[in-house]
């Protein structure tokens, strides 16, 4: 399994991001998906869930309205989409896939992307 | 403050048996199953422990971890200088997946 996050950067508050996680190893389309943060010095953080056929999406009180969960069953590719970003955005987020043995759990995780909102 | 309660730091010598506490709630450990990570300084966290008790291929025995009515343990035998990390519980509530703030564990 392999997960590769990309997109992050520096953005003013009040902008927008896209990041992607490209997944490779296993069957995507068959997998929850979920985006985890981590702001700096701080604990994990959960952002979304997402269902195999992006049917179903779930989020953070934090993100709702602002952040959009995607994916593209037919390129293996996950996508955040963060709109209206606060500073308190500012975070390493992860991509994990959930895993299948029954309960929710992110099993594998890439290594993360830093979004820094910082005027 | 996070959903689930976990004791910011803990320590162990080498060779010795240590317990990380969580304790959370009837929506969260009370009613779904429990996750343990580890996390090494500046890495993704690592799959440890998933529904209460069950370690992924290639976690060895030395973890292991529980479940009582609200609250979870994990358990590190036979402790290790390599395991000094964090470690976060982690379980699915209501609508919402939630973790515990972390534990700092520090082998002396």
């Known amino acids: 399994v392999q997960l590769a996050e990309s997109g992050g950067g520096l953005v003013q508050p009040g902008g927008s991001l896209r990041l992607s996680c490209a997944a490779s190893?296993?069957?995507?389309?068959?997998?929850?998906m979920t985006w985890v943060r981590q702001a700096p010095g701080k604990g994990l953080e959960w952002v979304a869930n997402i269902k195999h056929d992006g049917s179903e999406k779930y989020y953070v009180d934090s993100v709702k309205g602002r952040f959009t969960i995607s994916r593209d069953n037919a390129k293996n590719l996950l996508y955040l989409q963060m709109n209206s970003l606060r500073v308190e955005d500012t975070a390493v987020y992860f991509c994990?896939?959930?895993?299948?043995?029954?309960?929710?759990?992110?099993?594998?995780w890439g290594q993360g992307t830093l979004v820094t909102v910082s005027s | 403050q996070s959903v689930l309660t976990q004791p910011p730091s803990a320590s162990g010598t080498p060779g010795q048996r240590v317990t990380i506490s969580c304790s959370g709630s009837?929506?969260?450990?009370?009613?779904?199953?429990v996750n343990w990570y580890r996390q090494l300084p500046g890495t993704a966290p690592k799959l440890l422990i998933y529904s209460n008790n069950q370690r992924p291929s290639g976690v060895p025995d030395r973890f292991s971890g529980s479940k009582s009515g609200t609250s979870a343990s994990l358990a590190i035998s036979g402790l290790q200088s390599e395991d000094e990390a964090d470690y976060y519980c982690?379980?699915?509530?209501?609508?919402?997946?939630?973790f515990g703030g972390g534990t700092k564990l520090t082998v002396l």
């Open positions: 190893g296993f069957r995507f389309s068959s997998y929850w």
């Open positions: 994990a896939n959930l895993g299948h043995s029954g309960g929710w759990y992110p099993d594998s």
């Open positions: 982690a379980a699915w509530d209501d609508s919402r997946g939630v």
């Open positions: 009837s929506s969260n450990i009370g009613s779904n199953t």
